[in-house]
């Protein structure tokens, strides 16, 4: 028998520095959201337009201190809990310098199956950005 685990998504889009000024108004709405609800099984997806040094190829982000303050809170990068050190980006820059923006933060990576890039639809100049599949196993078992 299974019971269905309570699960929380937050998602996001942080504007990149074009569209806004100051990405901290932003960070710090996720980070207080992340604080009430780390123990609640809550996934925060989305384009963060920001991102870690291992997920660029040269140039060092801004606002990465939130995204480690994340990592501090106990939140996990699905992304990363299956792919260890790989290198793989999600956007390029027009200088071809790759990135990787999109990301999933767990708080329970107990329930992370998998996470995987589709590129087919920047590929296809569909959209900038590759898509960011993460498979969650959502239920438990009951005595």
Do not use: C, Q
Not at 29 to 58: C, P, Q, V, W, Y
Not at 59 to 67: A, I, L, R
């Amino acid at each position: 028998m299974f019971k269905h685990i309570d699960f929380k998504l937050l998602a996001v889009h942080i504007p990149g520095f074009k569209d806004s000024g100051d990405k901290k108004d932003f960070w710090e709405a996720i980070i207080a959201h992340s604080k009430i609800h780390r123990n609640n099984n809550l996934l925060i997806l989305g384009d963060f337009n920001t991102g870690l040094d291992i997920d660029s190829e040269g140039v060092s982000f801004k606002h990465k201190e939130f995204m480690i303050s994340l990592i501090e809170l106990g939140f996990h990068d699905a992304w990363r809990l299956i792919h260890n050190n790989k290198k793989e980006f999600t956007w390029y820059s027009n200088k071809s310098n790759g990135f990787r923006l999109d990301y999933g933060f767990i708080s329970n990576k107990e329930v992370v199956l998998n996470a995987y890039h589709t590129h087919k639809m920047r590929l296809e100049k569909i959209t900038d950005h590759s898509g960011l599949i993460i498979e969650l196993d959502l239920k438990s078992k009951t005595e």
